[in-house]
């Protein structure tokens, strides 16, 4: 399938022996321990000490709201306030309160709190006043219920030092402290709907203030996530309050097309209040519900099969309209985007509740299906067409990857399909689409799994036991002896930091990235051996795609 007319330019200009002896591109990215020295920045608040280590200016635990405890629980989150003196950014702020079972590269060392509201800045140190570099903010993953801006994996500044950017990453509200809708039961917060969304809002708006004094221009901030980032940044896309404060986009594997709806929403928080032991009438008493209380309900409310979802809803304060509607699509129709997912992101999701490979069709539909049927209505019988479909077009392939295949499409790859055709559909500015193609060695093989790209873009391709199993770089260093995935590392580095450069995402060891039309279909798949592809999918596979409600995270 690959579009003849593409030049393939890495190999006339950039030979992979070039590149491996390039010093460079080799070397690792470690920036934690102690500073060379102390760095002192001012802002509209207050002075910030932070930490210059090599070439770059590290501030961790930026403040940009007060805490949400308290009255202030339920609330959109207050602007950080004036303060006096200098304040150390030496140290990362606490994650939204949450017991994180995932694999521990992607886990603080900390449960956390409700006094979250934080970011991290690394910063060239060549960049200043007179020498602003474009801004790049990081929505962390984790779907609406785990994660933040510090876990080990988002920690890596090659993105900053190598992009030439300014990088920023959030910590904001999640679960239920983020996402519990009480506008439908009282009209204390008829104002307090997606605090999650507005927390990542308040955190542009401190971009927006102050980036200029770390070296970064505020009038050309990228907003960028991957999985739950992802469907943060789809619904920053339709939040009126963010307009003008970003001006590029980039969606990872989290494309959401539909939100919640304030009936249901409703339904959800009746259902938490009761676990809570809070009486509707007397809402306010949620102010006096321990932390961990909360932590509690809400995962006792997400699992069994009358399972619900605390996510972005459609409400008239915060995000108006569903997120595939005109209205939304118009919002941000001058905003750029990069928009695509991986080619194996199911893997992670169906090994870790079923045996692998699946003996059959029926198998490999009954370790899909759940994906799909959470919350809400779906159709089994499509999905045992999509995979037998799969079967019959390529009948040599075993039953993991048909069922990985199009596991993926179900959860996350046509969910982005469907948000870049929309864009395209609406006019909107130019959107770039790619596959994730490289592969990873995890769970007994070697896949592009969910999340697997974060390594690489944020130069975090030393740290271990992303997939749970020790040894991953020696792993990966076996599987590519030739130094390719340090080379496709500073190949995505360089793609997604041109697009914040330029709005056009390019990169040496990368065919020429065209944007997606309805002429021109083009999906980039993004490996050690990249190409431009057209018609990702064929007319059968999206017509049985386009019966399901497909996405993990609407």
Known sequence: MSLSKISRRQSLQYSVATLVASGPLMKAFAYEGEPDQQVIVKTLEGELRGAKRGGMHIFKGVRYGESTGGKRRFHRAQPVQPWAGIRDALNYGDP??????????????KNGSEDCLHLNIFAPASSGPENKK???VFFHGGGYTYGSGTVPVYRGVALAEQGGVVLVTVTHRIHLLGFLYLAGVSDVY?????????????ALRWVHRNIANFGGDPENVTIFGESGGGGKVSAVLGTPEAKGLFHKAIVQSGSVNHLNSAEQA?????????RLGVEPSKVAAIENVPVEKFWEVHQSLTSGEDAVTFAPVVSATSIPYDLSSAEALALSSDVPMIIGSNAEESVVFITAVHEIPPASVDAAVEAIFPYLALGRPSDKESVHRLVGLYRDQDPEADMSTVAFKAGTDVMFAFDAYRQVTARVAAKAAPVYNYRFDQKEPMFGGNFAAHAAELLYLFGSLDVDEAWGEPGLPEARAKLYPGGEHYLLRDTLIEAWSSFAHSGQPSARMMPNWEPFTVDQNVTMLISSEGKLVKDIYD???K???????TGLLN
């Open 96 to 109: 939204c309160y949450q017991i994180n079972p995932d694999w521990k590269a992607w886990v603080d060392d």
């Open 134 to 136: 474009p801004v790049m």
């Open 190 to 202: 008829k104002d307090d709907t997606n605090l999650g969304i507005l927390d990542l809002v308040e």
């Open 266 to 274: 409703t339904k959800n928080a009746l259902r938490a209040l009761e």
């Open 539 to 541: 007319a059968d596979a």
């Open 543 to 549: 017509a049985i795609l386009s019966t399901l409600k």
